[in-house]
């Protein structure tokens, strides 16, 4: 059994159908990467299976549970956790609150006080910076703060949108090692991404959509070989 199922989802906006009938699956401690162009899906098929969007049709399981139709909270509650396009922390609030937030679903104050060290030991640019607004904090350590947030609920499943968008070349090597690593330390991982070179160098398995339609699958390996993808995504 998959940890994560999207059979037949359809998404509408209006009367543009913006996701066609998408089908795929994601197991337990792979990272798996959705890759295609602008405006081709992508980030709609993550805020659906969120649940921050409606679904016109299909479902959305989750380690064997239907989750469909869960609110964005209870499906963080099952284990999801998503990093947002465009990182979207509490500019206002400081590093630490921004943790604290993404934290809101743990009852353990010993959860939460491990969970914090974990991700102070993995990022200790942000125990340095705890106390500073993370609206002054640069794009790459914003980034780094998101993947945190998201990691403070202690997730099973990490959706990664767009994580590279925006970033220097130093830190978007930086965001995929931390993707290897998360997924090291038994998170499983599905990415969104533009940047298809670093998206395959690390997945396991990965889908190509197009105009709303999953077109291709297969390994990242394979992938990185195929000279269409190469034609289309990798400047090649």
């Known amino acids: 059994m998959a940890l994560l199922e999207v059979e037949g989802l359809e998404v509408s906006y209006?009367?543009?159908?913006?996701v066609k009938g998408v089908s795929f699956t994601v197991e337990k401690g792979e990272i798996v990467a959705l890759i295609g162009a602008n405006g081709a899906g992508k980030t709609t098929i993550m805020h659906a299976i969120s649940g921050l969007i409606p679904k016109a049709a299909g479902k959305v399981v989750y380690n064997g549970e239907d989750i469909t139709s869960l609110a964005p909270h209870k499906i963080t509650a099952k284990g999801i956790s998503q990093v947002p396009e465009g990182r979207r922390i509490f500019q206002e609030l400081t590093v630490y609150e921004n943790l604290v937030m993404g934290a809101y679903t743990r009852k353990s104050k010993k959860e939460f006080k491990d969970t914090l060290s974990y991700v102070y030991d993995r990022f200790p640019i942000l125990k340095e910076r705890k106390n500073?607004?993370?609206?002054?904090?640069?794009?790459?350590?914003?980034?780094?703060?998101?993947?945190?947030?998201?990691?403070?609920?202690?997730?099973?499943?990490?959706?990664?949108?767009?994580?590279?968008?925006?970033?220097?070349?130093?830190y978007v090597n930086t965001v995929f090692d931390v993707i290897k690593e998360m997924n090291?330390?038994?998170?499983?991982?599905?990415?969104?991404?533009?940047?298809?070179?670093?998206?395959?160098?690390?997945?396991?398995r990965a889908y190509v959509i197009e105009t709303g339609k999953i077109t291709m699958t297969g390994t990242g390996e394979e992938l990185l070989k195929d000279?269409?993808?190469?034609?289309?995504?990798?400047?090649?």
């Open 227 to 236: 000279e269409r993808i190469k034609a289309a995504y990798l400047g090649e």
């Open 14 to 18: 209006g009367l543009i159908k913006a």
């Open 184 to 204: 090291a330390d038994g998170k499983t991982v599905f990415v969104v991404e533009q940047n298809a070179n670093k998206a395959l160098a690390v997945a396991d």
């Open 132 to 170: 500073q607004v993370a609206g002054t904090l640069s794009g790459g350590e914003q980034q780094m703060l998101a993947m945190s947030r998201a990691l403070m609920s202690h997730p099973d499943l990490v959706l990664l949108d767009e994580p590279s968008m925006g970033l220097s070349p130093l």
